[in-house]
């Protein structure tokens, strides 16, 4: 099996609060991929639909301290979508829409200790990985995919409490071509 290629990365500390928080990875950028891999820049078209075999969300350097809520991931989610969860009194999405967008959940159990220096470990924080394969793959299928950027939307399960805090150093997508 092949070792995963970074396709898009946003390297920038994002710091987690109550809100709907967006992020645009980019997808267009130049990359210097092995030449069985020359479809995936943009993972656009029917031949890199082909060549993708796995592909991975990752959440680096993942550091806080308290309790903060899990947060829901989603991939490309409608503007629509986006607009009713940043109302403060939001509702439940859809069913069949949160299917066709999420992604998974972040849970930060350990977050503290993965930020502290110790004997254990240099206190960078946690790394979260989602599988997002079969997602990804349903989402290039759709009329509204961006070959320019992969939006991602972390939604907490409940406020931040004043106790707590949470950052994120990067996030990635990481993709293994066959």
């Given at each position: 099996?092949?070792?995963?290629?970074?396709?898009?990365?946003?390297?920038?500390?994002?710091?987690?609060?109550?809100?709907?928080?967006?992020?645009?990875?980019?997808?267009?950028?130049?990359?210097?991929?092995?030449?069985?891999?020359?479809?995936?820049?943009?993972?656009?078209?029917?031949?890199?639909?082909?060549?993708?075999?796995?592909?991975?969300?990752?959440?680096?350097?993942?550091?806080?301290?308290?309790?903060?809520?899990?947060y829901d991931v989603y991939l490309n989610l409608p503007p629509a979508a986006q607009a009713m969860l940043k109302q403060p009194a939001h509702g439940d999405m859809d069913t069949q829409l949160e299917s066709q967008h999420f992604a998974g959940t972040l849970g930060f159990y350990g977050l503290e200790s993965s930020s502290t220096p110790g004997l254990e470990h240099n206190g960078s924080g946690m790394n979260i990985i989602l599988d997002i394969t079969d997602l990804l793959k349903g989402l290039?299928?759709?009329?509204?995919?961006?070959?320019?950027?992969?939006?991602?939307?972390?939604?907490?399960?409940?406020?931040?409490?004043a106790n707590a805090a949470a950052s994120i150093g990067r996030i990635s997508l990481q993709v293994v071509a066959t």
């Open positions: 099996m092949s070792s995963p290629s970074t396709i898009a990365a946003k390297n920038e500390i994002l710091v987690l609060g109550s809100d709907l928080l967006d992020v645009q990875l980019d997808l267009s950028q130049p990359r210097n991929l092995p030449a069985n891999k020359i479809a995936l820049p943009g993972l656009g078209g029917s031949q890199s639909a082909q060549l993708l075999r796995h592909a991975y969300l990752c959440f680096e350097h993942i550091t806080g301290h308290g309790t903060p809520p899990a290039r299928n759709r009329s509204d995919w961006s070959e320019q950027a992969l939006h991602v939307s972390l939604l907490p399960r409940e406020p931040m409490t």
